[in-house]
């Protein structure tokens, strides 16, 4: 499924110096987000900063969403994950799209700016109203939950 997604430029670097956000190949699920900050920035470790995007998003559609994801390659060799695990991206939100990189690593961490520090998912969404019961029909795990079912 494709979408057009209202974006507006923050930094005028982007889209200029800096490609704009987009897949890397045909069937990626994710689009790279790059640092648009200033200077270059080192994380000491255990060190977390939320750095611009240079861009915003106005998805506009209650039934989407977007996700931040950390990129597996910074995220397993240099320990460069988010701060907040996960950025949720609503889809009323019109601020500025940040990120929150956090250095999880033993090493110090330098981003330049222009980096590529994180991907963008979207991702459709259920909205869900409760209905309140007093019991729940039989379900074959019940309340089995945290491990029950073993490892092997
Ligand atoms: O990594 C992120 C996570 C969130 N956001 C923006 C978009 C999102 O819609 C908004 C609020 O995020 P969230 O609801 O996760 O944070 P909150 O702490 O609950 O803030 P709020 O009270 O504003 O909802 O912040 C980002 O730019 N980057
Ligand atoms: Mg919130």
Redesign the pocket.
Known sequence: MSREIELKILDARLGAEFPLPDYATALSAGMDLRALCDTAITLAPGEAQ?LP?GMAIHIGDAEL?AV?LPRSGLGHKQGLV???L????????Q??????LWNRGQNPQTIQPGDRI?QLVFLPVVRARFRQVQDFEHSARGAGGFGHTGVR
């Open positions: 939320l995007t969403c931040i988010l701060g907040n996960v950025g949720l991206i609503d889809a009323d939100y601020g500025p799209l940040m990120v929150s994180a």
